[in-house]
């Protein structure tokens, strides 16, 4: 008995929080399979990239908005919905309760590809 509330003291003192990174690697193309400019925004940060291709975005509690510009101006936008991973779950188990993990977004996740709807050439 002596050594299980040292080892339960312990266990309960542990770190609650995720071991997941900030950044999250998403690739994206346009519907077209063109070259286009986009500017990706949360309330984590702002990113402008040329894609296709794979892009890494800060993990967040909001939506990813997209802002995407072919070189002959053809534009197109769109929105990734932030879902919640099931790490979270573990993170509540422990004494913070989940609470750093809210705040540092860690737990949060995008989908791991999306396509950038473009209109067709005229």
Not at 97 to 115: C, E, L, N, P
Request: aromatic share 8%; proline share 3%.
């Amino acid at each position: 008995m002596k050594k299980f509330f040292p080892i339960l003291a312990i266990f309960l003192a542990g770190c609650g929080t995720l071991m997941n990174d900030a950044m999250i690697p998403i690739s994206f193309a346009t519907s077209t399979g063109e070259t286009a400019e986009c500017i990706f925004t949360n309330k984590r940060g702002v990113w402008k990239e040329n894609i296709p291709s794979t892009v890494m975005i800060r993990r967040s509690d909001d939506n990813l908005n997209i802002q995407c510009e072919t070189e002959d101006g053809r534009k197109g936008i769109g929105s990734m919905e932030s879902l919640m991973g099931a790490e979270i779950v573990a993170s509540a188990v422990f004494i913070d309760f989940g609470i750093t993990d809210a705040i540092t977004d860690k737990h949060r996740r995008y989908d791991s590809s999306y396509i950038v709807s473009i209109p067709a050439k005229q």
